[in-house]
Nanobody, 120 residues
Framework: VQLVESGGGLVQPGGSLRLSCAASGNIASIYAAAWYRQSPGKQRERVAS???????NYADSVKGRFTISLDNVKKLVYLQMNTLEPEDTAVYYCNEEVYVFYDEVRYDYWGQGTQVTVSS
């Protein structure tokens, strides 16, 4: 199983980006997913998550600006980021808990990260 993030880049304050996380491999379904971010000198923090029951949570710092969504048919997880601020600058990581075929155990995977830079 492999997770590949895309959509990062350089954007001006107030701009928008949409991150995508594509899952490939022996995946039956995505049970839960989350986006984390880490900037230099700081701990990795979870910014948005969607749980197996469909519940969605956001970090206070991104509420009202970021939206997480999951497409289990295409095996894609998105993070729509609006009204970006310089403080949002970080490497963003996708994390998924998945079921693989012929196995009842859920497995946890991480992507390699994509850089988001918010600067004028």
């Amino acid at each position: 199983v492999q997770l590949v993030e895309s959509g990062g880049g350089l954007v001006q304050p107030g701009g928008s980006l949409r991150l995508s996380c594509a899952a490939s491999g022996n995946i039956a379904s995505i049970y839960a997913a989350a986006w984390y971010r880490q900037s230099p000198g700081k701990q990795r923090e979870r910014v948005a998550s969607v749980a197996g029951d469909g519940s969605i949570n956001y970090a206070d710092s991104v509420k009202g600006r970021f939206t997480i969504s999951l497409d289990n048919v295409k095996k894609l997880v998105y993070l729509q980021m609006n009204t970006l601020e310089p403080e949002d600058t970080a490497v963003y990581y996708c994390n998924e808990e998945v079921y693989v075929f012929y196995d009842e155990v859920r497995y946890d995977y991480w992507g390699q990260g994509t850089q988001v830079t918010v600067s004028s």
